[in-house]
């Protein structure tokens, strides 16, 4: 059994980019688009993204701050009563709101699907979006409800017993995607 990367810095750094680039191209621009991160490394993708969209489209430069968020879905989840404890965090959304907006929800890792329904339900208390966009930085398959990404940085098969584990440089010192076999004490 081990532990193999299968995304370093690089790896991850164009991921993005493609995505904020397929974003962009998917909505036309940036007008009425509201990014909300799903903490904790969803927020920081998001943050990443909203930094190349910025670099990318000059409108959203502008209104970056008032169009980026954090949606936390903690007492939304559906494992609340299986005692599995989840520390919430802070939800803030953007000044613009998001009725009437395309909202790109941002996570790290799409695996059940479990997440992104609570992070849908979490929504409905919030406004009445235009429409709504699931961006991962990794799609590992297995789902468990019907809810796809849109916007994928990489596909990666994987067992149901492996673990996909991502590390960013804002959480955790360094930036890498890992898959841990079962057994491990990493």
Same mark, same amino acid.
């Given at each position: ?30 007008? #009425? ?8 490394? &969803? ?37 609340? &009563?299986?005692?599995? &404890? ?10 613009? &709101?998001?009725?009437? @907006? ?47 990404? #849109?916007?994928?940085? @990489? ?5 149901? #017993? ?25």
């Amino acid at each position: 059994m081990g532990t193999r990367t299968v995304l370093q810095q690089p790896d991850i750094t164009r991921a993005l980019t493609r995505i904020a680039h397929e974003i962009l191209e998917a909505n036309h621009g940036a007008s #009425d688009l509201v990014l909300l991160g799903i903490p904790t490394r &969803g927020a920081v993708l998001a943050e990443r993204l909203a930094s190349l969209l910025a670099d990318i489209e000059p409108e959203w430069a502008a209104e970056r701050d008032q169009r980026l968020g954090t949606l936390d879905v903690t007492m939304h989840r559906d494992d609340l &009563g299986h005692g599995i &404890g989840r520390t919430p965090h802070r939800t803030t959304i953007p000044t613009s &709101g998001i009725d009437g @907006k395309v909202v790109v929800l941002v996570d790290d890792v799409l695996y059940s699907g479990r997440t992104v329904r609570a992070a849908l339900d979490a929504l409905q208390g919030i406004g009445r979006p235009r429409a709504v966009r699931l961006a991962v930085l990794v799609d590992r398959g297995h789902r468990q409800l019907p809810i796809r990404a #849109d916007h994928v940085g @990489k596909n990666l098969p994987t067992a149901s #017993d492996e673990r996909v584990t991502l590390r960013l440089t804002e959480t955790d010192g360094t930036d890498e995607v890992v898959i841990e076999q079962p057994g491990d004490d990493a």
